[in-house]
């Protein structure tokens, strides 16, 4: 089976390495320091201290690489647009494409959201030009629950978590979808297949739509976020904003804030994602995460004045760095 990452990073890496590992034909585009490791050392992987390669061609340009059978999308969502630009050469009709991502995907509300199904997100792809690129029946969502960092180039440093939750945007329970969950588990993942992806996104959305544009601002790890009673109940107000919103779109959160929140705080003093694109000097990826939100609560009518603030304050910070 041929299998493409695209954006062979910390989560690209790690979930590239258990594909190879599974006997696929693993093919990466990457770019500069990336390529050149992949190139010489392969897709490596430092798990409880031991570090295993796998090999992987690596080519800059896909068109080096051609259709694939299943393309991971494991980018972080400001280098989408370029991301649309190159893929054709990786698509054919029966090509499934994962989006391995955090935050809202383009194709978020693609046959789902009641009265508000099949409205484009402006705030994930203005021109429309993600989803020109990538045909909507080749999609398969993928949250993935799992912590990987990179030691170097090509080296991903595995910390925690195994789960790669993936669905159909229309909920059902396909062959294609099936066969793919098959694949991840000889991988070496743990991978339930949900009747409602876009749930399984917003749930985790839930989470991290606050305290990493937090971190990024703040520079905090997350044990002093959450250990902060005013900003924790900040994060409260937001989280209460995004409940509302996603229960408009159908999706039932039965928890309250303070739930996820215990959960947070056994995280320990975590960095997150965004905090080490910050210190990197990399885009941070606000759209996806919050601005997204806010055009959700724009569509559904649910006021916003909290996510607004957030976001307001996080652009802000990141459009002086040079990085949004």
């Known amino acids: 089976m041929k299998v493409c990452i695209y954006g062979a990073g910390a989560i690209g890496g790690w979930i590239g390495h258990g594909l190879a590992h599974a006997g696929c034909s693993v093919s990466t585009v990457a770019r500069g320091a990336t390529l050149q490791a992949l190139n010489q050392h392969g897709l490596r992987l430092n798990q409880a201290g031991r570090v295993t390669a796998q090999t992987a061609q690596a080519s800059s340009s896909p068109a080096d690489l051609g259709v694939q059978d299943l393309v991971v999308i494991s980018v972080k969502a400001p280098s989408l647009p370029e991301v649309a630009k190159h893929i054709a050469p990786l698509l054919g009709p029966n090509t499934v494409v994962m989006t391995a991502m955090n935050g809202v995907p383009w194709w978020y509300l693609q046959g789902f959201g009641g009265n508000y199904a099949n409205q484009p997100l402006t705030s994930i792809d203005p021109q429309g030009e993600i989803a020109k690129a990538i045909a909507p029946q080749l999609i398969v969502g993928c949250v993935v629950h799992a912590s990987c960092s990179l030691g170097a180039p090509g080296l991903v440093q595995h910390h925690f978590g195994n789960k790669l939750i993936i669905g159909e945007p229309s909920g059902l329970k396909t062959q294609r979808v099936l066969q793919l969950a098959a694949l991840l588990e000889k991988a070496g993942f743990e991978v339930p297949v949900s009747e409602q992806i876009q749930k399984d996104i917003w749930f985790k959305l839930w989470g991290n739509m606050t305290v990493n544009p937090i971190s990024a601002l703040t520079g905090a790890t997350t044990d002093l976020i959450m250990g902060d009673d005013l900003v924790r109940g900040f994060i409260s107000s937001v989280m209460l904003e995004a409940k509302d919103i996603g229960a408009r779109l159908g999706i039932t959160i039965d928890q309250q804030p303070e ?66």
Not at 270 to 289: C, P, R, W, Y
């Open 259 to 324: 739930d996820r929140h215990v959960v947070t705080m056994k995280l320990g003093a975590f960095k997150t994602s965004m905090l080490q694109d910050v210190e990197a000097g990399k885009a941070v990826e606000l759209d996806a995460l919050v601005t997204a939100v806010k055009e959700l609560g724009t569509l559904t009518k649910i006021p916003t004045p909290y996510t607004d603030a957030l976001l307001g304050l996080a652009r802000l910070q990141a459009r002086i760095r040079g990085l949004y």
